[in-house]
Structures are given as C-alpha cells and as structure tokens.
C-alpha cells in the first residue's frame, strides 16, 4: 500500500469548509491501497490575531516534509491586504519553487455556461501559469509616500531561468495533448524587455517539440477570445499576473469559480506541491455552509494525479462529472456538506 503524507492548510473564510469536503472525497478515493495520513496546520487570520504569526521558519519546515499541501484559502477582512496572502501563499509558492501553477478551464458535460452555444468539446484548456516571478515577486518600493509626489513601482521579475523551466513544462504538457497546440500568452507590445525573453525562450524550446504547434497572443485579446472564441485555446504558457487575471475568466466561462481548481507544482518534487481552489475565501458566504467545495474536490484530483495515483485521481474526477450531470437535471440547493457526502459516496460507489 502507497501512503501519502498530507499537509492541511484549512486557512480563512470558506476554507476550512471546502476542506473538510475535499478530505472526505479523499478518503474515498483512498480504499485499500492508498494510506493518507494528514497533518492540520493553523495559519491564516485567527493564527495572525493570537499571535502575529503569519507563517514562522519553523513550520515552513514542518511543511517541507510532507508529500503535498492541500490549501483551502488565506485571506481575511480583520487582516490588512496582503499579509496573509503574501505572508502564507506567495512565501510557500516561492519557497517551495511552485513554478508550474496548473489551472485547468474545463466545461463539463451538462455544466451551464453564459457563452452561447457552447459545448465541453469547445472548452478544454490548461492554463500553465508561472507562479514564481512576474509582477508578484515583491520587487519594486515607493518613494515620497504619503506626497503629492508620491511614486510606487512594482517590477516584474523575469529570469531566463525561471520563465524556460516553466515554458519547457508547457511544451511537454501540450505535447501529451491530442491538439498539442501551444499559446503564450502576453503582452509583448507594451512589456517588450519581458515579452522578448518569453518569446525568444518559447521559439528556442519549441525547436525541442516540433510536434507542438505555437502561436502567440496579447492577453488582452486572449481575454477576449476566452469569451468568444474559447476552442482556439488548448494549452496556455503565461506570467503569474496574467494567469491569475485569465483563470478567473476561465472559471466564470465554465460554471463559476466554485468548479476551478488548481496545482501549485514543483514538477521536480524538490518541494512538496501544492493544492488549492482558485478561488479565494470568500467572506461574503464564510460561515454559511453554501461554498461549493467541488474546485477543492477538482484539486484533490489534481494532487492525486500529480502523486502517481491516477487511477484515484479518474474516479474522483469521474464523481464530479456525474454529480454536476445530476445537478443539471435534478436543480436543488446543497450545502456544502451534503455535497461532499455525494461526492464522496459517488467515488466510493466506483470501487
Ligand atoms: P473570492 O474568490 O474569495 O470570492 C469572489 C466571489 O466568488 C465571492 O462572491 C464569493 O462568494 C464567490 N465564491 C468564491 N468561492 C466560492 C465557492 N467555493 N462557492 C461559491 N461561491 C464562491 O475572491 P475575493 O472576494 O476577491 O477575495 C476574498 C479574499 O480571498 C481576499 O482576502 C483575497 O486576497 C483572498 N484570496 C485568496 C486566494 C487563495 O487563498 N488562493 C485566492 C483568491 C483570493
Ligand atoms: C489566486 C489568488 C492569489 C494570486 C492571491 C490571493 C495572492 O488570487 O490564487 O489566484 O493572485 O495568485
Ligand atoms: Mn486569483
């Protein structure tokens, strides 16, 4: 039996309730040979009001250890924009070299999505996002604060380094696509020193992967054929802030953000990966029990894939297509919990 050493960063808002959910489809999809031991970490807003502690040295180190990370979210109205999410999220990203943030745009069958006439055959992308560098490095500062001449700058950090590892990771993605068709997408017209270097490290891979065919496009367009023209997209190579900003347009185009999940990986497993809705925690709804946990549920699938457990990670992907093809028919409000449970049941029910 494999067994997998599971940390769980519940964290603020509706975390903590999309993973409990997801941890019960876990366990479900775990059967006789997957043993999954996991380890509950308390960080976020309550941690930082008793504390100050966004994320000690200490604990980073505990984390190091595991096998993966399942996140539910950061982020919390009592605390300062930033802290947490800078503090917790981008620190372990980084720390822990999570390049390749993997974020699929997926319509499932019988999903409603606001495009017209569009079917899953249209909607199938995967959105490798950088997630160490860019816009979100923290470089950059502010000078005459508080004046009338007051300046901020926030650089977008490029390395060579940094960006061909994610476009290589990329390529061989699209290359095991049936349309192995790669776009980057940027905006090379404006950011010409950062776009030529993502142009120049695209060419110069491709030139590896002569089975991949490229193309280009801005992201503002990008932003738009998401929208009208989804089915010219199949895998996506783009920097972090434009693949934050695309990934929630992917996720209102096929059924809201409660169905988007994602990775943060480190495909070289230096680091444990780590696993996370795309969506954030949600203080409107916190507290409420009507968070849909299914994109938490969608990226435990992702972590069992990336854990050498594909088979697990097909049935739970499998409970989900069948549950959301039952709520196109059936309607009726679920809570969170009664969600999981079908979830869960649907995946035992597998085998
Ligand atoms: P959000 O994703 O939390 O919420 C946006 C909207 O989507 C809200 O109306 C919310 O109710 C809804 N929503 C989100 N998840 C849902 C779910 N599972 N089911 C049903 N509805 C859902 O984004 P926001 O409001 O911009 O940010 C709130 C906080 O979360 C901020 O502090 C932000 O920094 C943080 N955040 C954290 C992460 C993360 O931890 N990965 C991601 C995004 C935002
Ligand atoms: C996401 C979130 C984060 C990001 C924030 C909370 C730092 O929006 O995971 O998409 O911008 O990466
Ligand atoms: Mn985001």
Not at 67 to 82: K, M, R, W
Not at 197 to 222: I, K, N, S
Not at 305 to 327: C, F, I, K, S, T
Request: charged share 25%; with cysteine.
């Amino acid at each position: 039996a494999r067994s997998v050493n599971l940390a769980v960063i519940p964290g603020d808002g509706i975390g903590p309730e999309v993973v409990a959910e997801g941890l019960k489809v876990l366990a479900a999809a775990a059967g006789d040979d997957l043993a999954v031991g996991t380890t509950e970490y308390d960080l976020g807003a309550r941690r930082y009001h008793a504390s100050g502690e966004v994320l000690p040295d200490a604990v980073e180190a505990e984390l190091r250890g595991h096998d993966a990370i399942l996140l539910g979210a950061v982020g919390d109205p009592s605390v300062p924009s930033g802290v947490l999410e800078r503090g917790l999220l981008l620190r372990l990203r980084f720390a822990f070299a999570h390049y390749a943030n993997l974020r699929p745009v997926k319509l499932y069958p019988g999903v409603a999505t606001p495009l017209a006439d569009r079917t899953p055959e249209d909607i199938d992308m995967l959105v490798v996002r950088e997630g160490t560098e860019g816009p979100y490095a923290g470089m950059g500062g502010v000078m005459r604060k508080g004046t009338p001449d007051e300046i901020a700058t926030q650089d977008s950090v490029n390395t060579r380094m940094g960006v061909e590892r994610v476009v290589r990771y990329a390529f061989a993605k699209a290359a095991e696509r049936p349309r192995r068709h790669l776009t980057l997408v940027h905006k090379d017209n404006v950011l010409s020193y950062a776009g030529d270097l993502w142009q120049r490290t695209v060419r110069a891979v491709g030139a590896e992967y002569p089975q991949v065919t490229v193309d280009y496009c801005h992201v503002d367009a990008a932003a738009m054929f998401f929208v009208n023209r989804p089915e010219r997209f199949d895998v996506i190579v783009t920097d972090n802030l434009f693949g934050d900003i695309i990934t929630d347009i992917g996720a209102a185009v096929t059924g809201g953000i409660g169905l988007a999940a994602s990775g943060n990986v480190n495909p070289e497993g230096d680091f444990p990966s780590m696993f996370e809705p795309v969506h954030g925690s949600a203080p409107d709804i916190a507290g409420q029990g009507v968070a849909d946990p299914t994109a938490t549920v969608l990226s435990v699938a992702l972590m069992l894939e990336h854990l050498g457990l594909p088979a697990a990670a097909r049935r739970v992907e499998a409970a989900v297509a069948e549950d959301l093809q039952v709520r196109a028919k059936e309607g009726g409000e679920r809570t969170t919990a009664q969600i999981g449970d079908d979830l869960a049941g649907r995946v035992a029910g597998q085998g």
